[in-house]
């Protein structure tokens, strides 16, 4: 059973940091790409921020310059630092994590999910 247990989410007042962090844990072969993503009320959700297992990161216009991902690999942990938050930010932040795991005797490939930090900035 594999899970992805994120932390690190609430409010804050516009300008403000938070860095959210998403473990996962359980019966894991190897991670691949990590990610965040967020849903605003009324909207889709949408990427915000990705890295690869060798480090090659991605990120949503919206956020370049103001937000960092990273990951510790040995700690099947990624890392989103949100600096210079904006009341546009708000929103529920969800981990994202392609992770492989024995199936028996066969590896397999899933993506997973975690439940959902709140991220509210006031203005």
């Known amino acids: 059973q594999v899970q992805l247990v994120e932390s690190g989410g609430g409010l804050v007042q516009a300008g403000g940091s938070l860095r959210l962090s998403c473990a996962a844990s359980g019966s894991i072969f190897a991670i691949g790409a990590m990610g965040w993503y967020r849903q605003a009320p009324g909207k889709q959700r949408e990427l915000v921020a990705a890295?690869?297992?060798?480090?090659?990161?991605n990120y949503a216009d919206s956020v370049k310059g103001r937000f960092t991902i990273s990951r510790d690999n040995p700690k099947n942990t990624v890392y989103l630092q949100m600096n210079s938050l904006k009341p546009e930010d708000t929103a529920v932040y969800y981990c994202?994590?392609?992770?492989?795991?024995?199936?028996?005797?066969?590896?397999?490939?899933?993506?997973?999910w975690g439940q959902g930090t709140q991220v509210t900035v006031s203005a």
């Open positions: 890295v690869t297992s060798g480090g090659t990161t």
């Open positions: 994202n994590a392609w992770i492989t795991y024995v199936d028996g005797s066969r590896p397999r490939v899933r993506e997973y």
